[in-house]
């Protein structure tokens, strides 16, 4: 650490003791950083954070003992914190419905063609909501709730199968999520 050219020692000291009461200021939330500048804060404060430990440029410092501060690994305990919910309510993914329900012989709507069929899709507003088969009809570029096509028989197929609850009440759409046991509030 050097100060600026014609910086007096003084000057430079005190330069020194702002960016560390700064850092003492920030507290958890301003441990981040190369590992190379880690000397600013104070030790046992800080460790590698494991994201970055394995790539040459990605090796940076978190807090000890608390998540990581760099917008790349909060995007990631986010996705990994989603996964998590979606697999702990139970829901079912647009992908391994959809494939259920072309074993069973539901015709599922081809890329790029107007034939009937059905299409899984993530409901909005996060893991819990779960998702919706749709059903086109013949032709149809949306799905109208005047041509229902087979989904009466894909809502029943689905409860019958008694993993998920599904909500059905005529129409192009139906919701299918985790069946919850009696009396469980989050219904
Ligand atoms: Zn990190």
């Not at 894909?154 to 009696?182: D, L, M, Q, S």
């Amino acid at each position: 650490m050097t100060g600026s050219l014609g910086q007096t020692a003084a000057e430079c000291l005190d330069m020194i003791r702002q960016l560390i009461d700064d850092r003492d200021e920030k507290g958890t939330a301003g441990i981040k950083g190369t590992v190379e500048y880690a000397f600013w804060f104070a030790p046992g404060t800080w460790e590698v954070c494991p994201n970055g430990a394995d790539s040459a440029y990605g090796r940076h410092i978190k807090p000890s003992d608390a998540p990581c501060n760099e917008d790349s690994c909060k995007r990631l305990a986010a996705r990994v914190a989603a996964r998590k919910a979606r697999r702990a309510q139970g829901n079912p993914t647009p992908a391994a419905l959809s494939a259920q329900l072309a074993r069973a012989g539901f015709e599922r709507i081809a890329h790029g063609r107007l034939s009937a069929g059905f299409r899984v899709l993530k409901n909005e507003g996060g893991p819990a909501t779960g998702v919706r088969v749709v059903w086109y009809g013949e032709g149809r570029r949306l799905p109208l709730d005047s041509e229902p096509g087979r989904l009466a028989e894909i809502a029943e197929f689905i409860r019958a199968g008694g993993k998920y609850a599904v909500r059905y009440n005529g129409g192009a759409r139906a919701e299918v999520t985790a069946r919850r046991p009696a009396g469980d509030p989050r219904r």
